[in-house]
Nanobody, 121 residues
């Protein structure tokens, strides 16, 4: 079952957005859920990850201190709160799940359609 990402949009630099990642199959337990992003002409890159069971979080250096990943068990949802957005954050954001922590795209599966984030300067 593909994950469903939503919450993207157009925002000015310095603004905020909150992305949501829902698993309709309710299989997040014991997995790592991560956000990746892909800008035009670039490879998909790791943004943040969370261990569903422990809540431990991991971030790319480029978003540390600005983005926060969290999960709500009852909603089976992972959120990515993005503050102090910059034009270089513009990309399609995807969520995926893996059996263990990795910053490698190939370790993740169940990618959905992604959600577009555009930050204007």
């Amino acid at each position: 079952v593909q994950l469903q990402a939503s919450g993207g949009g157009l925002v000015q630099a310095g603004g905020s957005l909150r992305l949501s990642c829902i698993d309709p199959g309710r299989t997040f337990s014991s997995h790592v859920v991560a956000w990746f992003r892909q800008a035009p002409g670039k490879e998909r890159e790791f943004v943040a990850a969370i261990r569903w069971g422990t809540g431990s979080t991991y971030y790319a250096d480029s978003v540390k201190g600005r983005f926060t990943i969290s999960r709500v068990n009852a909603e089976n949802t992972v959120y990515l709160q993005m503050n102090s957005l910059k034009p270089e954050d513009t990309a399609v954001y995807y969520c995926g799940k893996a059996n263990g922590l990795s910053k490698q795209e190939r370790e993740y599966r169940s990618w959905g359609q992604g959600t577009q984030v555009t930050v204007s300067s």
